[in-house]
């Protein structure tokens, strides 16, 4: 079982909230991809695109690296796992309690059908 701090889950779920780095990772999970690549991509600025790679780049969801005077991004897909296995834990535990809610109800109708 995997321990998450409340930051480490701030920096990946705060990375994913925002559409622009999701569409990086996207792109990122076909191949690795220059920074100027990835600029051309959005209708922003390549300081802009930067400021977005530092965040997933912090968050863990992306690793850099420099090859002569570029910049190549590759999807670090770990992270990605600690956050589908920390939301499928959520999942199964409102599932239960869900689950035993429907119960608890299902016997108390019952309780007073009968009565």
């Known amino acids: 079982m ?3 701090t409340a930051q480490q889950l701030d920096h990946i779920f705060g990375a994913l909230a925002n ?3 999701r569409e990086i990772l996207n792109l990122l999970t076909r191949s ?3 920074v100027l690549e990835l600029a051309g991509r959005f209708d922003m600025s390549q300081p802009a695109v930067t400021k ?3 965040v997933l780049e912090a968050a863990g969801l992306i ?3 420099k090859e002569g005077r570029y910049r ?3 999807l670090d897909g770990a992270k990605l796992g600690d956050a589908s296995e920390w939301i499928e834990r959520t999942r199964r535990y ?3 309690s869900f689950a035993a809610l429907d119960e608890y109800l299902e016997q108390s109708q019952n309780m007073e059908d009968g009565s």
Do not use: D, F, G
């Open 2 to 4: 995997v321990i998450y």
């Open 19 to 21: 559409r622009t780095r």
């Open 32 to 34: 690795e991809r220059s």
């Open 52 to 54: 977005h790679l530092k």
């Open 63 to 65: 690793k850099k690296r």
């Open 72 to 74: 190549y991004c590759t």
């Open 94 to 96: 409102w599932e239960e």
